[in-house]
């Protein structure tokens, strides 16, 4: 089991950049595939970015490619979202996710079942 705590949420103009990191507990961080997923206030939980195991292999919503990066420092049981070129649209509550498979159901939010509490990302224009 692993649990994730986020951080480095917060208010930001259009176009500005921001850098969320998410930590993990355990001694296994290696062995989880790691995804950021968002939820706006009345619309669903979507899927933002995803990264394999050891980082090779990594995954995007179209909507932030070439704005956002997914990355991992298995060193130090951390994920990050470096984000830039925000937009209003980005603004939500961000959150980190763990699971034991890269799979087709990558997008999909019942696919992990570790969860962190979220960290909220406001971006005016």
């Known amino acids: 089991q692993v649990q994730l705590v986020e951080s480095g949420g917060g208010l930001v103009q259009a176009g500005e950049s921001l850098r969320l990191s998410c930590a993990a507990s355990?001694?296994?961080?290696?062995?989880?595939?790691l995804a950021w997923f968002r939820q706006a206030p009345g619309k669903e939980r979507e899927f933002v970015a995803g990264i394999s195991q050891i980082g090779s292999i990594t995954e995007y919503r179209d909507t932030v490619k070439g704005r956002f990066t997914i990355s991992r420092d298995n060193a130090k049981n951390t994920v990050y979202l470096q984000m830039s070129s925000l937009k209003p649209e980005d603004t939500a509550v961000y959150y980190c996710a763990a699971t034991n498979y890269w799979s087709a159901r990558l997008r999909i939010r019942d696919t992990y079942p570790y969860w962190g509490q979220g960290t909220q990302v406001t971006v005016s224009s």
């Open positions: 355990g001694r296994t961080f290696n062995t989880y595939v």
